[in-house]
Antibody, heavy 118, light 107 residues
């Protein structure tokens, strides 16, 4: 059974840093791209970032480009989202998701709330 | 960036009624359009991929249609568990984008 277990959410100060983690199990991790999608409180879904199977290709939404970094460790079946200098508008529930063949999402993590506030 | 516009924002219906949800793209996304269902406090659930293919385990009352810029999600007869928010998402180019959602609520 595919399972994505997230960790690392919480309160972070504006301008600080935070790393979100997502541990995958139940499938051959290195064969799938992985993504992060977020949802601000009471709002809709926003795609944040994608990383290719081998980690060589990454993509970002304009809203986070230059501030967030996606990475993965295929030896540990994990994907990460490093948030550098977060802003109040980055407050959201962050989901990791497995990217199917053409970048849609059949499997999602449970979500992790990130609150950016002083 | 491709903008997806969902309508209506809210749909008030009774169990047993038919629901028709629309998703319009600002430019063609071919058939690279998916639909998700989300309930409060939960991650989204994939319903339809490639505009018209039901995901594994999705009941036959859910169907998708369309191509290019105009897409429809139809729920033929609403069950109590279908009252939720529905999102479309395209995956034809970067950046991936989602529609703003349609809330299907009990009338």
């Amino acid at each position: 059974e595919v399972h994505l277990l997230q960790s690392g959410g919480g309160l972070v100060q504006p301008g600080g840093s935070l790393r979100l983690s997502c541990a995958a199990s139940g499938f051959t991790f290195r064969m799938y791209g992985m993504d992060w999608i977020r949802q601000a409180p009471g709002k809709g879904l926003e795609w944040v970032s994608s990383i290719s199977r081998g980690g060589t290709d990454t993509y970002y939404a304009d809203s986070v480009k230059g501030r967030f970094t996606i990475s993965r460790d295929n030896s540990k079946n994990m994907v990460f989202l490093h948030m550098h200098g977060p802003r109040a508008e980055d407050t959201a529930v962050y989901f990791c998701a497995r990217s199917e063949t053409r970048d849609f999402f059949a499997y999602w993590g449970q979500g992790a709330l990130v609150t950016v506030s002083s | 960036e491709i903008v997806l516009t969902q309508s209506p924002a809210t749909l008030s219906l009774s169990p047993g009624e038919r629901a028709t949800l629309s998703c319009r793209a600002s430019q063609s996304v071919r058939s690279y359009l998916v639909w998700y269902q989300q309930k409060p406090g939960q991650a989204p659930r994939l319903l339809i991929y490639d505009a018209s293919n039901r995901a594994t385990g999705v009941p036959a009352r859910f169907s998708g249609s369309g191509s290019g810029t105009d897409f429809t999600l139809t729920i033929s007869s609403l069950e109590p568990e279908d009252f939720a928010v529905y999102y479309c998402q395209h995956h034809s180019s970067w950046p991936l984008t989602f529609g703003g959602g349609t809330k299907v609520e009990i009338k």
